[in-house]
Antibody, heavy 119, light 107 residues
């Protein structure tokens, strides 16, 4: 069965960086996009970007494109999302989620990783 | 970038009511739209993709319609378990923007 398992919660100081991992299993890792979506407390869903594991190509939301990097390791079926220069408004639950290569629809979500930015 | 605007932002309806949620894209996205349901404290769940295709396992009281810039999610008979926030998402290519969400409550 398809599984997407994320790394655990993080607490960071403003200005620091965070790197969240997302390990996929139960399907051909290189055939599907992996999206990153975040949700600040009490707020809506925000698409951050995506990576296509087969080629490593990425697309990022304009709002954070200067601070985010998404990478993958095909040997371990793992994708990574690194966000730098953290601010308090980056405090959120970060989800990785598998996207269909044809329709981009998201059928499988990770459990979420809470990143707290606080001094 | 494409903006996705949902309305209303919240609604309250009685069990058995027909509920409609609107989503407007700032430019045409053909039928490349998905709807998600997020219950409190849970991860989002895919309901509809390509504007009107019901995801496997989703109750048939959910339906989607629209094309171009205007889309609708309909719950034909609201049930207590449908209390959630509903989001539309552009699936026409990056950025895959979400709408702001519609919170559905029972009156």
């Amino acid at each position: 069965q398809v599984q997407v398992v994320q790394s655990g919660a993080e607490v960071k100081k403003p200005g620091a960086s965070v790197k969240v991992s997302c390990k996929a299993s139960g399907y051909t890792f290189t055939n599907y996009y992996m999206h990153w979506v975040r949700q600040a407390p009490g707020q809506g869903l925000e698409w951050m970007g995506t990576i296509y594991p087969s080629t490593g190509s990425t697309a990022y939301a304009q709002k954070i494109q200067d601070r985010v990097t998404m990478t993958r390791d095909t040997s371990t079926s793992t994708v990574y999302m690194e966000l730098s220069s953290l601010r308090s408004d980056d405090t959120a639950v970060y989800y990785c989620a598998r996207g269909d290569s044809g329709t981009y629809r998201i059928e499988y979500w990770g459990q979420g990783t809470l990143v707290t930015v606080s001094s | 970038d494409i903006q996705m605007t949902q309305s209303p932002s919240s609604l309250s309806a009685s069990v058995g009511d027909r509920v409609t949620i609107s989503c407007r894209a700032s430019q045409g996205i053909r039928n490349h739209l998905a709807w998600y349901q997020q219950k409190p404290g849970k991860v989002p769940n895919l309901l509809i993709y390509t504007a009107s295709t019901l995801q496997s396992g989703v109750p048939s009281r959910f339906s989607g319609s629209g094309s171009g810039t205007d889309f609708t999610l309909t719950i034909s008979s609201l049930q207590p378990e449908d209390v959630a926030t509903y989001y539309c998402q552009n699936n026409n290519g990056a950025p895959l923007t979400f709408g702001g969400g519609t919170k559905v409550e029972i009156k």
